[in-house]
């Protein structure tokens, strides 16, 4: 199939790109290098070195013989958007390409404002694209969790039946998001449940939980081919932040009580899942949404976790509780459906101890490139 990977140089999007062209894939990746440039901006990097796009891609061509092309430009300059719709004539464009860290948004207006004009136009244009050059081409959307936030009922996969006096509906589940980033996210739903009942595009928006994890069989070829590991207050997400946190002899920085519950996965399963979304698309006008997680853990298990980890491996590590920057709950009901995509075949890749060692091994060897100033938080919700 040729597909389109947009955010294909960042931390989600590299890996699938690979993945999929090791399938037989024609791909091609779109990517501003944005989240480069946001590095500089915030003084911090990836734990992990990472080479420039264009090594990396002729680093796996070398290796494998496969090639994947790449368009540098942003989704917000629509012209240059269809020019890669006409020369890739995308079967699946997978849309990865947004600002997706929550606190980011929340530096600011201009860090808001930033992140929902990128996020929500640059989406809004890759509906246009597909409506006018490729109106069979299967959007494959990457939504989050966090839209749905932390009701205290039960979260099903983007619907929910409603009877209200007498009468029963199914509609779009409430969505109560945490902050302008998850709000972008659930502005980009509504533009494509539109888009598909009016234009009859078909749509996959997957809802996917905190991703944790590095490398996958494809990025671990390579020094060359590493993925981007984020630990820093603004990018860092969770356990990824642990377990770095760990390596470095920082407390663990648990926000608040560490009740809050969240929706995990593996790197290794964001890949997987993108190829079975791939392989069964969306019907003409249909907007599928699937819950893309495999487990859920209270923060407080993670950092548990890590810190077991760690001391098996005679890393002393303590626990620390940080006043919360976010305005979020932290005891609550939080149970969610996400049986869709596995009864598609997928074989979840669990949190293992195993799985965390085999992480923290890997990070330990590139921990002086972590810039210790960085680690704990500074933005809050306030
Ligand atoms: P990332 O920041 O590592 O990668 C995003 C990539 O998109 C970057 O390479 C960036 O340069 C590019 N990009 C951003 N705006 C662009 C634009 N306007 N035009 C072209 N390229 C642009 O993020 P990630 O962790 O890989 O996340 C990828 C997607 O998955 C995001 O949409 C995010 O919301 C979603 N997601 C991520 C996680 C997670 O835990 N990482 C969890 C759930 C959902
Ligand atoms: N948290 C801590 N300590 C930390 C970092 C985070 O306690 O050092 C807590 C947060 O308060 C929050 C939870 O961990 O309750 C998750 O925070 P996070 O930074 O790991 O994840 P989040 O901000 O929700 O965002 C990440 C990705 C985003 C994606 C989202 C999936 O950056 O792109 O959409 O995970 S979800 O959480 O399901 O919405």
Not at 79 to 108: C, K, W
Not at 148 to 163: F, Q
Not at 279 to 287: L, M, R, T, Y
Not at 315 to 342: C, F, G, Q, S
Request: glycine letters at 6%; proline letters at 4%.
């Amino acid at each position: 199939m040729r597909i389109v990977v947009a955010g294909g140089d960042g931390f989600c999007g590299w890996p699938t790109a690979l993945y999929l062209s090791k399938q037989g894939h024609e791909v091609s990746i779109l990517d501003n290098l944005v989240r480069r440039k946001i590095d500089d901006e915030l003084h911090s990097n990836s734990v992990t070195p990472i080479a420039p796009l264009e090594e990396r891609v002729a680093k796996w061509k070398e290796l494998t013989g496969k090639d994947i092309q790449v368009f540098v430009g942003d989704l917000n300059h629509y012209d240059f958007l269809t020019q890669v719709f006409e020369q890739t004539q995308p079967e699946a464009f997978v849309h990865f390409g947004e600002q997706r860290s929550a606190p980011y948004s929340m530096i600011d207006r201009e860090h808001a404002v930033y992140t929902q004009t990128n996020n929500v136009m640059g989406n809004l244009n890759v509906l246009y694209a597909i409506k006018e050059f490729a109106p069979d081409c299967h959007l494959i959307k990457l939504g989050t969790m966090g839209e749905y936030g932390t009701p205290n009922i039960d979260i099903e996969e983007g619907y929910l039946e409603i009877k209200h006096n007498g009468r029963k509906d199914v509609m779009p589940y409430p969505k109560q998001p945490g902050s302008f980033y998850h709000l972008s996210k659930v502005h980009d739903s509504h533009n494509i449940t539109f888009a598909c009942k009016v234009w009859g595009i078909r749509a996959t928006d997957l809802n996917q939980g905190v991703v944790y994890g590095l490398h996958t069989d494809e990025t671990a070829l390579d020094p060359i081919l590493n993925n981007r590991l984020d630990y820093d207050g603004v990018y860092g997400t969770a356990l990824n932040r642990f377990l770095i946190q760990a390596a470095v002899g920082h407390d663990l920085t648990v926000y608040g009580s560490g009740s809050q519950t969240r929706a995990f996965l593996n790197i290794k399963d964001t890949v997987r899942c993108i190829e079975i979304a791939v392989n069964n698309p969306a019907d003409k006008g249909e907007f599928r949404v699937y819950n893309q997680f495999t487990e859920y853990f209270s923060v407080q298990e993670l950092a548990e976790k890590v810190k077991q980890v760690a001391t098996q491996l005679n890393v002393e590590t303590h626990i620390a509780h940080l006043e919360n920057p976010r305005v979020e709950a932290e005891d609550h009901y939080y149970h969610a459906v996400n049986t869709k995509l596995r009864s598609l075949g997928l074989e979840p890749n669990l949190l293992t101890d195993e799985v965390l060692t085999e992480i923290f091994e890997t990070i330990l060897q590139y921990k002086h490139r972590v810039i210790e100033e960085n680690v704990l938080p500074t933005i809050s919700w306030k």
